[in-house]
T-cell receptor, first 111, second 114 residues
Framework: GENVEQHPSTLSVQEGDSAVIKCTYS??????FPWYKQELGKRPQLIID?????GEKKDQRIAVTLNKTAKHFSLHITETQPEDSAVYFC??????????FGQGTELSVKP | DVKVTQSSRYLVKRTGEKVFLECVQD?????MFWYRQDPGLGLRLIYF???????EKGDIPEGYSVSREKKERFSLILESASTNQTSMYLC?????????????FGQGTRLTVV
């Protein structure tokens, strides 16, 4: 079945450094790749997404890149701040509408 | 604002009980999903529905069933609760099956089976 692998499971960076989280997917028909942020005790919320016909998208300090050939996509956070500390999930949506998530990355930004 | 509401924040049930988790969305979304969230395992899809009375199995449907009699409501049923079903359950909805349709999550139900 469809699968999304996410790495690393934990990531610790100093404030101001960059953070990169990587995901791979198995379903070549996947056409939509969202990233969610989940703060402690709260529900996941969308922070950025990308469609399969786009290679890169940026929104202020966050960016997502997609390599369809390799079935690989990544989240990049620059100039990290303590409020970026959270669990981040990548996901892939297949043509049938099924939304499959990765295992999550716990990001810790140290002041 | 889209609102996805789950009926309970915390539930404690006994082994063998039949458990109903309810989810309601107020934005006329076609798609609704049930996930369970466990540390290190991420969000695993149990079932999803793309229309009233339509359902499809996710990755871990065993021990669960669902019901979608009305578009706004999607229920998850644990036929006979077991301790390994202790988890956080998250409901989500999205406008359609197409790309670029954000999924909105409920606040989650923390279920403990004793």
């Amino acid at each position: 079945g469809e699968n999304v692998e996410q790495h690393p499971s934990t990531l610790s960076v100093q404030e101001g450094d960059s953070a990169v989280i990587k995901c791979t997917y198995s379903d070549s028909a996947s056409n939509y790749f969202p990233w969610y942020k989940q703060e402690l005790g709260k529900r996941p919320q969308l922070i950025i997404d990308i469609r399969s016909n786009v290679g890169e998208k940026k929104d202020q300090r966050i960016a997502v890149t997609l390599n369809k050939t390799a079935k690989h996509f990544s989240l990049h956070i620059t100039e990290t701040q303590p409020e970026d500390s959270a669990v981040y999930f990548c996901a892939a949506k297949g043509q049938g509408g099924k939304l499959i998530f990765g295992q999550g990355t716990e990001l810790s930004v140290k002041p | 604002d889209v609102k996805v509401t789950q009926s309970s924040r915390y539930l404690v049930k006994r082994t063998g009980e039949k458990v109903f988790l309810e989810c309601v969305q107020d934005m006329d979304h076609e798609n609704m999903f049930w996930y369970r969230q466990d540390p290190g395992l991420g969000l695993r899809l149990i079932y999803f529905s793309y229309d009233v009375k339509m359902k499809e199995k996710g990755d871990i449907p065993e021990g669960y069933s669902v019901s979608r009699e009305k578009k706004e409501r999607f229920s998850l049923i644990l036929e006979s609760a077991s301790t390994n079903q202790t988890s956080m359950y998250l409901c989500a909805s999205s406008l359609s099956r197409g790309p670029n349709t954000e999924a909105f999550f409920g606040q989650g139900t923390r279920l403990t089976v004793v």
